[in-house]
């Protein structure tokens, strides 16, 4: 296949790619709104919906060791189109329930199960193949259209979610559900997974590795890129430490400033406009030269808006100004975390050899997962007990102190020795004058 027609394959493959999972992350989120209001709305329990929860983010973690190590084994198009065949047929199955017996919450609580179990798999494979979609010049703007596509879905999916809730019956939901994972399944299935592989060729007759001998190469591979550990690590105590906005966030506007529901959803809308803005603004520009040095300094900006939500608490503010100024900070939150992930998942995809993207993502996705129950059953109590104000300014230090000593100048000159040279270069301009 000639060079011009890769690219060309390349470009279908961009909003291919970026369709899909606009249709699958939309489904995804008008079903999970559903979901959530009928659980409240049915049991009244706030443990029925943390269950449905616990149903989502324990199965990711368990699972995500095993998808890393099928996504570097087997063929990635082929798991893609499982998992999503099997998310479908989850929702079929969960229709099935609610027409002939009603539905049920042991029959949600399974069904959000499975589906995490599925989301994984596409999740670690989708990540693991973009390499193998796109050309190397245009890895940023990949990452950049699948997180715009995230940002449009959270956009707009609670809103005509909310417009449909109170007119349509919940099987109805669970069909535009099915058509959306069915669209994308037709989407993908179109799609060239190995048009830029860099992978290595099965040799018949050579032994196959185990799949913990698989998963011990991974961790071996992964002890000879400090990089990408430093990164693993503060992804770990990211989401441990953001347990502190993810819980107090609500409590604080809710229960503390008293905010109208209407005005909570107006800045956390704000949120998913300053992340589609800021996804925009990368598609279109040039690739990050240091993502790790911006990645960096992002996280320390999400620190200091971290504790800025807790000014309101320290200094009166008139309501209109409180909901104004909150709206700020979730706007910038939203433009600091695409200035985050994007650059530094950008630069993962380059480092990461093919044969180990799987497991060394699933990797990621474990440790960045593994601590955040954690981080909010504690921080839910520590917000009963404690000032919630001092809570933030303290979680937001601690997570500046994180960063600035896993992320320090030695770890940024080995992801960009460039860095180094520069300085040393000026050193000898600053000496020579």
């Known amino acids: 296949m000639s060079e011009a027609i890769k690219l060309k394959r390349a470009t279908y493959h961009l909003w291919t790619f970026t369709i899909s999972k606009l249709i699958a992350s939309f489904g995804a989120q008008v079903y999970a709104f559903a979901v959530s209001f009928y659980i409240l709305q049915m049991t009244g329990s706030a443990a029925s919906f943390a269950t449905n929860l616990i149903c989502s983010i324990l199965p990711r973690t368990l699972v995500a060791p095993f998808a890393g190590y099928v996504a570097d084994r087997y063929s990635r198009k ?30 949600i609580y399974i069904t959000t199960a499975i589906l995490a179990v599925t989301s994984t798999f596409s999740g670690v494979t989708f990540s693991s193949s973009i390499t193998g979609l796109v050309d190397e010049a245009r890895i940023q703007k990949a990452m950049s259209l699948n997180q715009m596509s995230i940002s449009f879905a959270a956009i707009g999916s609670p809103a005509i979610a909310g417009v449909l809730y109170g007119t349509v019956t919940m099987p109805v939901f669970l069909i535009m559900y099915m058509s959306a994972s069915t669209l994308a399944v037709l989407l993908e299935s179109t799609m060239n997974f190995k048009l830029f592989a860099k992978r290595k060729e099965v040799i018949e007759g050579e032994p196959k590795e185990s799949m913990v001998q698989s998963m011990k190469a991974g961790l071996s591979y992964l002890k000879l890129q400090p990089v990408v550990m430093a990164i693993i690590w503060v992804s770990l105590f990211i989401n441990f430490l953001f347990g502190a906005f993810m819980v107090g966030y609500s409590f604080i506007l809710i229960e503390k400033m008293k905010m109208a529901p209407e005005h909570f959803g107006f800045t956390e809308g704000v949120f998913a406009v300053g992340m589609l803005l800021m996804s925009i603004y990368l598609s279109v520009r040039k690739e990050i030269k240091f993502p790790l040095l911006v990645g960096k300094r992002g996280i320390i900006g999400m620190s200091l808006i971290m504790s800025g939500v807790a000014m309101p608490l320290i200094v009166a503010m008139p309501y209109s100004w409180m909901v ?24 993962m995809q380059k480092m990461i050899d093919d044969d180990y993207k799987g497991r ?65 270069m000026k050193a000898k301009t600053v000496s020579e004058l």
Do not use: C
């Not at 593994?370 to 300014?393: N, S």
């Open 78 to 107: 082929a798991i893609v189109i499982t998992a999503q065949i099997a998310t479908t047929i989850a929702i079929g199955g969960l229709l099935t329930v609610s027409l002939t017996s009603g539905i049920s919450l042991v029959a």
């Open 360 to 424: 060394v993502f699933s990797i990621l996705e474990t440790m960045a997962m593994a601590l955040m129950p954690l981080g909010m059953v504690l921080y839910g109590y520590l917000y009963d007990v404690l000032p919630a104000h001092w809570i933030l300014i303290v979680s937001s230090l601690l997570l500046i102190g994180v960063v600035l000593v896993l992320a320090r100048p030695s770890v940024v000159r080995m992801a960009h020795p460039e860095l180094g040279e520069r300085k040393a």
């Open 324 to 347: 104004a100024y909150y709206a700020t900070l979730m706007f910038g939150f939203g433009l600091t975390q695409i200035i985050v992930n994007t650059p530094m998942m950008v630069m």
